[in-house]
């Protein structure tokens, strides 16, 4: 079946440092929709970004990804940290069509210091 | 605005103890979806649903019945609760129109089994 990997599971940054949370997937499809999912905590998990377009940036809320189907990957990327970046980010991929279904990886808690 | 609650928002039990966990939502969205949340899964989908009196099975939908009997509203059941269900349960909407449509998130249930 489809799968997500985040590969931190943790990860402390400083103030004003550029961030990136790597996401890979795995499926056997050609056809991937890949999301962002942010999780602050005691909220809701809301969307952050989205993409089904290869090699197209897409950006929100001053983040940033690009969907590459060569690499399977779909990593976040912003070019300098906040203190209310601190949260949990989930990548998720979606396959199939019009199931809804969506995989979602392990997540990656941010914590931004100063 | 998309607009998911859920009830009750905290709950305590025993092992071997019933609970329902409810979920609404009043976008009309035919998709509805139950995720559980635990450090180092992310989240990860139990049960959902595509219409009232649908049911689809998810990736850990041991231990856990849904019934969806109206189109804004979907529940999750615990039979016989064990103490390896206790979680931040997440209930979701999404519309599924459009392939990449997003999922609308409620507040979470914490649920805690002694």
């Known amino acids: 079946g489809d799968s997500v990997t985040q590969t931190e599971g943790l990860v402390t940054l400083t103030e004003g440092l550029p961030v990136m949370l790597n996401c890979t997937y795995q499926t056997i499809y050609s056809n991937a929709f890949l999301f962002w999912y942010v999780h602050y905590l005691n909220e809701s998990p809301w969307l952050l970004l989205r993409?089904?377009?290869?090699?197209k940036r897409t950006e929100h809320q001053g983040f940033h990804a690009t969907l590459h189907k060569s690499s399977s990957s779909f990593h976040l990327q912003k070019s300098s940290a906040q203190l209310s970046d601190s949260a949990l980010y989930y990548c998720a991929l979606k396959t199939g069509g019009l199931s809804g279904k969506l995989t979602f990886g392990e997540g990656t808690q941010v914590t931004v210091i100063s | 605005e998309a607009a998911v609650t859920q009830s009750p928002r905290n709950k305590v039990t025993v092992t071997g103890g019933n609970v329902t966990l409810s979920c609404r939502q009043t976008?009309?969205?035919?998709?509805m979806y139950w995720y559980r949340q635990d450090t180092g899964h992310g989240l990860r989908l139990i049960h959902y649903?595509?219409?009232?009196?649908?049911?689809q099975i998810g990736d850990v939908p041991d231990g856990y019945k849904a019934t969806r009997t109206t189109q804004e509203d979907f529940f999750l059941l615990l039979e016989l609760a064990s103490p390896s269900q206790t979680s931040l349960y997440f209930c979701?909407?999404?519309?599924?129109?459009?392939?990449?449509?997003?999922?609308?998130f409620g507040p979470g249930t914490r649920l805690t089994v002694l």
């Open positions: 979701a909407s999404s519309d599924e129109r459009d392939w990449g449509d997003e999922q609308y």
């Open positions: 649903s595509y219409g009232a009196g649908n049911l």
């Open positions: 976008n009309s969205h035919n998709y």
């Open positions: 993409s089904s377009t290869d090699n």
